[in-house]
């Protein structure tokens, strides 16, 4: 299992930027995303979750500017970031949401895409 | 939304016991995950269900609790497990994590 995030970088406030995350070694189509970031020496942010069927489900800071879609086709995840914040400034990592016991868990991580909201 | 609360540090000799607390401001009933993160790393899942092995951990890992109050134990402490350690809550939206436990070592 292999999750290879990108298109972070260096973005003004107000403005938009798009980060993929690239999956490999499992069937991605059958799988639920997770969006986590972590803001410098900060603790760990759940930002966004699409399920395998393409629902979605939104932290409230990031509702209405964030938006999570898939392409099943090249087994890619993405997260549209709009409206940026100074706030929103964190590594941004993609995590595969796996079933286990019943368990809805966060099985397997990407290395993280860097985001910096400044003027 | 559901708060996690931890400790923010911990020191603990090498060989000797770690343990470490999550406490939720309601209960998760046994939807409760730790996960390492080494410094400049992306995290790791260790422990599911409260209390479950994630597969190819060790089993100095360990886990227990239910309901609002949860243990993350590392017995013994190995040089390898300095890291920052977050619990995690699946049982409502949003998801939430704790603020984290840093391991050090005296």
């Known amino acids: 299992v292999q999750l290879v995030e990108s298109g972070g970088g260096l973005v003004q406030p107000g403005k938009s930027l798009k980060l993929s995350c690239s999956a490999s070694?499992?069937?991605?189509?059958?799988?639920?995303m997770h969006w986590i970031r972590q803001a410098p020496g900060k603790g760990l942010d759940w930002v966004a979750y699409?399920?395998?069927?393409?629902?979605?489900v939104y932290a409230d800071a990031v509702k209405g500017r964030f938006t999570i879609s898939r392409d099943n086709a090249k087994n890619t995840l993405y997260l549209q970031l709009n409206s940026l914040k100074s706030e929103d400034t964190a590594i941004y990592y993609c995590?595969?949401?796996?079933?286990?016991?019943?368990?809805?868990?966060?099985?397997?991580w990407g290395q993280g895409a860097s985001v910096t909201v400044s003027s | 939304d559901i708060v996690l609360t931890q400790s923010p540090a911990l020191a603990v000799s090498l060989g000797q016991r770690a343990t470490i607390s999550c406490r939720a401001s309601?209960?998760?009933?046994?939807?409760m995950h730790w996960y390492q993160q080494k410094s400049g790393q992306q995290p790791k899942l260790l422990i599911y269900?409260?209390?479950n092995l994630a597969s190819g951990v060790p089993a100095r890992f360990s886990g227990s609790g239910s309901g609002t109050d949860f243990t993350f134990t590392i017995d013994p402490v190995e040089a390898d497990d300095i890291a920052t350690y977050y619990c995690?809550?699946?049982?409502?939206?949003?998801?939430?994590f704790g603020s984290g436990t840093k391991l050090e070592i005296k």
């Open positions: 269900g409260a209390s």
């Open positions: 995590a595969r949401r796996r079933t286990s016991r019943g368990y809805y868990v966060m099985d397997a």
């Open positions: 309601e209960s998760v009933r046994s939807s």
């Open positions: 699409i399920s395998s069927s393409s629902g979605t």
């Open positions: 070694g499992f069937t991605f189509s059958s799988y639920g």
């Open positions: 995690q809550q699946s049982r409502n939206d949003p998801l939430t």
